[in-house]
């Protein structure tokens, strides 16, 4: 299962920065790709407002 980011998102990188399979992109709202996440969950540790959660 994949982790998503929701909408409290506020774009800071954090989470990008710590993917070990570059699986995040940027954007107003960063995305997952759904196909390249391990569901590791570095993006979700790193994350100071929450926004990534498993799917």
């Given at each position: 299962?994949?982790?998503?980011?929701?909408?409290?998102?506020?774009a800071c990188?954090?989470?990008?920065?710590?993917?070990?399979?570059?699986?995040?992109?940027?954007?107003?709202?960063?995305?997952?790709?759904?196909?390249?996440?391990?569901?590791?969950?570095?993006?979700?540790a790193a994350?100071?407002?929450?926004?990534p959660n498993?799917?």
């Amino acid at each position: 299962m994949a982790y998503v980011i929701n909408d409290d998102c506020i774009a800071c990188g954090a989470c990008m920065a710590e993917c070990p399979v570059d699986a995040i992109s940027e954007g107003d709202i960063y995305s997952i790709d759904a196909d390249a996440c391990i569901d590791c969950g570095a993006c979700a540790a790193a994350c100071p407002v929450d926004a990534p959660n498993p799917a």
